[in-house]
Structures are given as structure tokens and as C-alpha cells.
């Protein structure tokens, strides 16, 4: 339903030293309607150009401090409130590859009145110059 909101295109960016990165950051909204708990995030899974990119490399943070995936199955208390940007941080040496690419985002969420996960996917071309 807001999947062409998911990524925030001018958002990403690249993490650790400027001469050496070690990953990159970008902004995402939720694909649903409304709020959700973190524990009902089931899973986050990013690419670049078709190439997945490990699970124990992200982290999320709705605000209050970056969780692993892991830690948010179990993230009872922290909430992803409709319309609020998260950033996403991914472990990648070398950073977002330089020039034109496709980053993906799949959202994988358990909505309580559904008996299937609902999977909201978004991709935009990025530009890291």
C-alpha cells in the first residue's frame, strides 16, 4: 500500500571514515497503515543489485538506539509508529558501491488480523558519486 515510501532515496549514505567506509545508512518508512510493534517486524532483508546482504549485517533504529534483527524479536517495549522514518544500518566494507545502483528493502510483517505475513517491498535507483 506505501511501498514507494519505504526508502528514502536521499537518505543513503556511506558510515565509518570518509576514506574507508565499513557500511551505509538510509532512511525507511513502514509499508503499513499503522503502527507496529517491533517484535511483529519479522524481517528486513536489503540488497544491492539483486545481491542480498547478510541478516547479522543490519541493524534498525525507530529512535531510542540500534537493535539487530535478533534483538528486535524481542523488543517488547519499542514500537515503529506510522510516517516515522527508522535508519537502517548496514555492516559493508567499503560502503554503498560507488555510482548508479538498485537498493532493495523488503519488509516482512506479521499483521495480527492476517493469517499470512504481509511482505511490502520497495527498490530506488541510488547514486553515490
Known sequence: MFDKYIIDPASVVNTGP???PTGFSFTSKLGYYRGLGLTMVEDLKVSIDGQALPREAITF???PGPLTLDQMETALERRWAFGAPATIRVALP???PKGEHTLALQQRLRISYMPFPSFNNDEKRICIG
Open 94 to 96: 567499503g560502503g554503498f
Open 61 to 63: 533504529d525507530e529512535g
Open 18 to 20: 570518509a576514506d574507508a
